[in-house]
């Protein structure tokens, strides 16, 4: 019965999760093209950009190249919302990181599916950079068990102090890979927002209309999701966490634009070598002096 | 008004122009003119665009090129014919491999001429194209309701 | 008892009788016949024995004792024979060895020793007795199919073929699963070695049973390194029986378990068994090269059973792993190591048969790793991970063995556009896959079981291991998984020649797999808990109900949805080509015109960043780093047998 009642609560956190994380990705992707705009000296798109985006696409003709994509893609945007609603629900964090893989999967494979030469590419690339970000993912969810104690998300509302404190190496790698993860650049090798894409649009070609609609969402739910992953670091058991908390999503999110503004896109053995290299000194340091020390 | 109008995403093709035009419609995207502000996004793909900027005029190796990337973009969609190279074939009419301007290709929405034409013009025709473009989505909608 | 006697003796019968009829109907129907028996047998073993806490049965016999000695004097000479007719000296001094070494044992040292409780039943031996019966006999089912495609090809019956050696190939087969049998029931440690070399030796057959110039190598470097691993089986059963007069298995565990100082030694040798049959760095060069074989071998041997007894000795083992410190040691990293370098290499294959090999060491790497971490944890994770392999695996090997005879091909590039040639073995294939590497099947769960034990036992250097192993793993399935999803609408079905016993078997292991994986909370409690119950005296489950539950909710979804996949075609959708930059010439074979207005076809091969994972770069380190852990190991063990001699 308890059983029973925990699926329901997970699956009630997911539709939840949908909406609330689509509103406030939508926000979020809405001030990141704000702020580049800044950074760039344009004055940039309104802040409900986004939004119009979506809305135009699923206005869109209803075409596909093949039968299968769009199942694929409707299965990864379930997924996504899965893994907010088993994160919000205070759930297992490991199991959280196995349903993003899994949606990220269905993502590949749909690029794959198509089997046109351009998402092809980005099909590979793509599955390149869960290679890349895939060790560290897992060390982030081991140094949050040694941290706390527990896999679940919701023993950080009784810690006494931040993680941040005792898991600064593996915060610093989550940052690294959170450039992969977010699509920004230099690590925007499979398909990226900015105007111009050298391979069409990567793992998206093929993905016209309400698909791309439906690639967007997710990657609505999936920034803020990330964004949650980075806010527990700095959760404890006073109520004076929460501006502590919107201070420093807040601040790295900035980080990750202005990086996505600041560098060139790099070649795929840099991101492979420099993600591996950043998670085995950081994340390695780190477990390692909390399970020698 | 409907959502189509506030997100353009354009794809840009080079027919037979000198590359004045082409540098034009790029400059728009340039701090100066920020095309971004009315949500109009430059994207290399036919499926993802709405509008289809072309530059200069139509000859025999690029008819079929200009026509495979109209029948893949996605409606409701806006072809604009950018300067007068696009519009008529301009100074290049009489040439043995200029068939004419993007209208002996396509069907054109609208014409913007210039030599080279000016980024002002490019989003003025571009906004002159949202009007058809919302048009279009409302015809696609009727028909989608009727069938 | 009785059905113990009979699933071990049973199979040998139907061996027999394969030998003698030559008429491929009757030799048919004997093969079902035999495996519906092995497989209702067994499942009723288990459904009698659900849940136990172990059994043992008082059984002794001298008529096996002899029996035993006869099969080892066979089995050497016949190793001799093949050894002096193809020339090979190592096998013939290694086989001299073994077989002086044993009959040594048997007349001198162990002839008065007894053995009085020869047989036993515990939940393991039930979850190992579901594999061989069920899969192993699965795996013989389809055989029939394939072995006729092998010989005949798909397209042709006719039915007459000199060089035609099917009899001894079912044979073998059968005989391999008495052997099978023999290794999960005895409990006299001279019978389980006497079925260990069994295995050795029909794994051996099977192996060069083509007789090319190939086959015949790489038989022999099986029959090799397994001679070695049976050399150090043979080792241990000298020290126990000469220190401690001991060959009862269950005994050697609990005074191991109590005094692990005391079996350092014992303990050393029987890992180094184990991780030769298991084909653990650096011995994993017998099982890539025992992919010649024909594939049914593949997935009965080399992925769901034969591979299995080596873990299944050092799962049984996993119990003084955890209070010994070298042995341990050894078995961890060696382990640990395997599962990194040979997932990561399986990056660098484009053989459908090599990447499974590669994959099927990597996991039994994974296991050993946790067989020797030792914890209630980690013995959980080791036996979901035997499990799911054991299923997924041959599952997958059948369906490349079946896509192989249709396409011509086991290479992963060919398998394009599988999806649409072969549509169902296309779906079965993914599912395998998928249950190989991604969360919620059932090799996941595993993985996040073994997880736990590694964090709480805070291995650090194993969970380094596992979150890159894992992301390699990711890397490899992924994008084989990716080359048959491609959907393009151009492709003829040609799926409709494969064999009905094909199709009974691939049927039944799908529905295996996901049954397995949607029934992992019931497995735990019925087959794993009492198994650990038993040997630890506690129970532990790493992963809580809930998320298994909601792992089998999210199984059961993901099946639907890859099983209509692709069915149904809405009428709203309009089908449209690829992009091909707006010079196509023929969209759905991606053929473009070029610069030269010349038709061109667009390809994509996969990554195989031969650079940075390949063989010749990792498969260096991981034998010397193995070989030295293995050289460490022993000297630590013999001198502490030494420290033990002075005291």
Known sequence: METIISILITLVASVVFAVVAAVLGCLLSGIDRKITARMQGRVGPPLLQPYYDVRKLLAKDTVAVNTTMNTYLICALIFTCIAGGIFFSGGNFLMCVFVVTLSELLFVIAAYSARSPYSEVGAHRETLQVMAYEPMVILLAVGFFMATGSFNVSTVLHMDMPIVGTLIGIFIGLLFILTIKLRKSPFDLSYSHHAHQELVKGVTTEMPGKMLAKVEIMHWLESVLFMAWIAIFFVWANPICIPIVIVAVALIYFLEIWIDNNFARVKWQALLKSAWLVTLVAAGINLAVLTYL | MSYVSKSPWIIHYDGSSC????????????????????????????????IFLITGGINERNISVVQEIYNQMIEPKVVIACGVCACTAGIFKDCYNIIGGVDQAIPVDVYAPGCAIRPEAIIDAVVEGLGILEEKAKKLEAEKKGA | MEMIGFLILFPLIVAALLMVVRHNTARNVIVIGGTIAIAVVSVALVVMNLGTAGQYYYFQSEIVNYACMAIGVIIGVTII?????????????????QMGGSLVFEFVFAHDVTCTRGLYLDSLSLIMTLIIGVIGSGICVYAIGYMHDFYFGFHDSQEDNPKDRRPTFFALMFVFLSAMFGIVFFNNLVWLFTAWEVTTICSFLLIGFTKTEEA???????IIMNLVGGIAFLAALYYLVIEFNCIDFMDFIVFGTIAPALVVLPLT???????????????????????????????????????????????????????SFAPSILVILVGGLTFLLCSCMAISQSNGKRVLAYSTIGNLGLITACAGVGTAEAIWAAIFLVIFHAIAKSLLFLCVGTAEHHIASRNIEDMDLLFEKMPHLARLMILGIMIMFIAPFGMLIAKWATLVSFVDTKQFVLLLILAFGSAATFMFWAKWMGKLSGVAHTEENIERTVHLTEWISLGTFSFL?????????????????????????????????????????????MVIVMAAIGRVRSKRVKQVPVYLSGVSVDNGKRIYSNSLSQPQEATARNWYLEEYFGEAKWSPVGTIATYLLLGLAFIYAIMSFVGIGLM
């Open chain 3, 513 to 557: 797999c996901i049954a397995s994986c949607a029934l992992i909370p019931v497995i735990s409690d019925f087959f794993v808990e009492p198994y650990i119950g038993s040997v630890l005296g506690i129970s532990i489950q790493p992963v809580l109900d809930d998320n298994l539950y909601l792992a089998s909710i999210m199984t059961i979804f």
């Open chain 2, 19 to 50: 590359n004045g035009c082409d540098i034009e419609v790029l400059a728009a995207l340039t701090p100066l003119y920020d095309v971004e502000r009315f949500g109009i996004i430059n994207t290399g793909n036919p499926k993802h665009a709405d």
């Open chain 3, 269 to 323: 040798c029987f890992s180094l068994a184990g991780m030769t049959k298991a084909a653990q760095m650096p011995f994993h060069t017998w099982l890539l090269g025992a992919m010649v074989a024909p594939t049914p071998t593949s997935a009965l041997l080399h992925s769901s059973t034969m591979v299995k007894a080596g873990v299944f000795l050092l799962v049984k083992c996993a119990p003084i792993y955890a209070v």
């Open chain 3, 81 to 97: 024979a093949y050894g002096i007719k193809y020339r090979n000296v190592w096998a013939v001094i290694l086989a001299i060895i």
């Open chain 3, 216 to 222: 015949i190598t790489n038989s022999f470097r099986q």
